[in-house]
């Protein structure tokens, strides 16, 4: 790939752990989100999921982070800003 991939706002969903120690209330918890938003370039987008990277040359990228379908809740496609 010669020319950077497009930048995107990825907002995904996260699994969390609920309780911090080894004993909780045996209550019916209220489900709460645990949402992320991700800055990157986007390598690839399938039905499966996307792959993003925050750093991108023609040779290497940095660290790949793949986010599965089912846990994107958006990507929105970043402009480049407009020349002065």
Do not use: C
């Amino acid at each position: 790939m010669s020319k950077p991939p497009p930048m995107v706002l990825i907002e995904w969903e996260d699994a969390t752990q609920l309780d911090t120690g080894a004993w909780a209330s045996n209550e019916t918890p209220a489900y709460t989100p645990k949402l992320f938003q991700q800055v990157g370039f986007l390598l690839s987008d399938t039905p499966e999921g996307v792959i993003v990277t925050s750093a991108w040359s023609p040779d290497i990228v940095a660290t790949r982070d793949q986010i599965p379908r089912g846990m994107v809740r958006s990507i929105q496609h970043l402009q480049k800003p407009k020349a002065r």
